[in-house]
C-alpha cells in the first residue's frame, strides 16, 4: 500500500511540472532554431499575452497556456 501512495504521488508531481508547460525563452529558442534551419529570414518571434496576438501569426504557448509566441515577417 505504501508502494501504491509513493507512485500516485510521484506521477501527482509529475503531471504538475508538465502542465505548467515550457518556459518561454526556451520555447523562443526552440522556434528560432527551427525557422533558421529552413532558412527563414526577416522574422520576429515575440512573447505576448495570450490573446493579444493582434496581426502576428500565434505559433506556441508557453508559461502552462498563459502567453503565446507570435511570429511576423518582416
Request: hydrophobic letters at 40%; aromatic letters at 4%.
Given at each position: ?74
Amino acid at each position: 500500500m505504501k508502494k501504491f501512495l509513493l507512485a500516485v504521488g510521484l506521477l501527482s508531481i509529475a503531471g504538475t511540472a508538465l502542465a505548467a508547460g515550457k518556459p518561454c525563452d526556451e520555447l523562443k529558442s526552440e522556434l528560432a532554431a527551427k525557422l533558421d534551419a529552413k532558412g527563414v529570414q526577416h522574422y520576429s518571434l515575440d512573447v505576448v499575452e495570450k490573446g493579444s496576438a493582434a496581426d502576428a501569426q500565434v505559433v506556441g504557448s508557453c508559461e502552462g497556456g498563459t502567453k503565446e509566441i507570435v511570429y511576423k515577417r518582416g
